[in-house]
């Protein structure tokens, strides 16, 4: 009887045993299943977002710059004998710094900074300016500013507002990534998870910060975009914290219903998003050339773009991952034309 006890009692552990695995493996299956179904999504919502942008941009590109995009991305693939792998290489450097793993999809937008503070410091207090660039050439504030002349843009607003209402321009960077509408919201929030069209996408949109003017009037427009390891919407931003990267595309293109116009680059630098302080309008002369002279010492080139006060700045900003609350910010001013 004891043996047969012994028997029993094994042939029910076994059985718990099989039970125990079938439950695990299911339980894996189920968990596998559900990870394939969410990363499948991710890679739809993804390869939507791409789309979209792509269409929007191909539908509101001129002939001519799709003639000059195709030589610039034909130089940027094959490079040049004076040493344009060696300065792709040095890019690629630079962008490692700016890479994270954990995070596909960050912005500048999602952790307002403190607009009061400017103090230009990183987390530890160090002031991270580069002290070999040079200011004083970047500010002529004695310079009378050029005048707005209103014009019609090459990109048909009038067909955009029928499914993107809140358009208030087009930014465009030749030879890059960088050709997407701006939105604006009536937050800094709704559109980090949407479309200009409102449809719902991880991807967002190339927003104006909220506190900002929709005509650009500001002494200072701020545009906010995620960071995408892919490259797109402001993932790439970075590759101009490189001189090199800098001098094939000095000349952003800004579209708006009033007319269209270059904005020339003159800084490109890291900042903590925490103490740097997001200024869209100055209450003096003074405090304009402060903030033009800070983040033109914090840039690791010199443009010898001359900043004259008034002038009015566009300012791209993403997320960075060096430290908490960095961000990379893209500074150029708006060559209003003269009458």
């Not at 339980?27 to 939507?48: C, H, P, W």
């Amino acid at each position: 009887m004891v043996k047969k006890t012994k028997s029993v009692s094994r042939k029910r552990r076994v059985r718990r045993s099989k039970r125990i695995a079938m439950c695990v493996l299911i339980l894996a299956l189920v968990i596998a299943a559900v990870l394939g179904v969410l990363a499948y999504a991710e890679i739809n919502d993804r390869k939507a977002g791409v789309d979209y942008y792509d269409s929007l941009a191909s539908a509101n590109q001129t002939d001519a710059n799709t003639a000059s995009q195709s030589v610039d991305q034909a130089s940027n693939s094959q490079g040049s004998a004076s040493g344009d792998q060696s300065s792709q290489s040095s890019i690629d450097d630079y962008l490692q710094s700016f890479t994270d793993d954990d995070d596909e999809y960050a912005t500048s937008a999602q952790q307002q900074p403190s607009a009061a503070d400017q103090s230009g410091t990183d987390q530890s207090g160090t002031d991270q300016s580069a002290p070999e660039a040079t200011a004083a050439n970047a500010i002529a504030s004695t310079a009378e500013p050029e005048k707005k002349v209103v014009v019609q843009s090459e990109i048909d607003f009038e067909t955009l507002w029928k499914t993107c209402p809140d358009v208030v321009g087009w930014i465009r960077c030749e030879g890059t990534v960088i050709d997407y509408p701006i939105v604006q919201g009536t937050d800094n929030d709704y559109y980090l998870a949407h479309l200009p069209d409102g449809t719902a996408n991880r991807a967002g949109s190339i927003m104006m910060d909220v506190s900002c003017d929709p005509a650009f009037t500001n002494d200072v427009t701020i545009l906010h975009g995620h960071n995408m390891k892919s490259g797109k919407m402001f993932g790439d931003l970075f590759r101009f914290g490189v001189e090199e990267y800098y001098l094939r595309f000095p000349i952003l293109r800004l579209y708006t219903p009033s007319g269209d116009y270059d904005v020339e680059i003159f800084a490109g630098c890291t900042v903590n998003g925490a103490t740097f302080g997001y200024p869209t309008v100055f209450a003096s002369e003074e405090e304009y050339i402060a903030f033009v002279e800070k983040i033109v010492k914090a840039t690791a080139y010199e443009t010898n773009v001359e900043v004259n006060y008034p002038d009015e700045i566009l300012l791209l900003s993403t997320c960075a991952y060096s430290y908490q609350n960095q961000r990379f910010i893209l500074a150029g001013k708006i060559m209003f034309p003269e009458d």
